[in-house]
Nanobody, 115 residues
Framework: QVQLVESGGGLVQAGGSLRLSCTASGIIFRINAMGWYRQAPGKQRELVAVIRRDGSTDYADSVKGRFTISRDNAKNTVYLQMNSLKPEDTAVYYC?????????WGQGTQVTVSS
């Protein structure tokens, strides 16, 4: 049974930091990439950051320079360090794990940034 366990969300003031983590278990296929998406109320889900097996990364323009994604391949865990948070970062953040021909999703963790 595949499980993606997310943690680290919460309420923080603008300018503050949070660190999200997501650990995947039960996945038998080779993981190509792990990443984070977010969805704010009334908006579509969008990519925040992704890290591939080779370590290469991509970020949404809105988070470049503030967020850092990292990965522990041995533990199947992905992290998202979020600094200088802004109210517009408020959203539900979802962990994503990509394997050949399929994507797994976490249940989401709420991040709320107060002004």
């Amino acid at each position: 049974q595949v499980q993606l366990v997310e943690s680290g969300g919460g309420l923080v003031q603008a300018g503050g930091s949070l660190r999200l983590s997501c650990t995947a278990s039960g996945i038998i296929f080779r993981i190509n990439a792990m990443g984070w998406y977010r969805q704010a109320p009334g908006k579509q889900r969008e990519l925040v950051a992704v890290i591939r097996r080779d370590g290469s990364t991509d970020y949404a323009d809105s988070v470049k320079g503030r967020f850092t994604i990292s990965r522990d391949n041995a533990k199947n865990t992905v992290y998202l360090q979020m600094n200088s948070l802004k109210p517009e970062d408020t959203a539900v953040y979802y962990c994503n794990v990509n394997v050949p021909l399929f994507d797994y999703w976490g249940q989401g963790t709420q991040v709320t940034v107060s002004s």
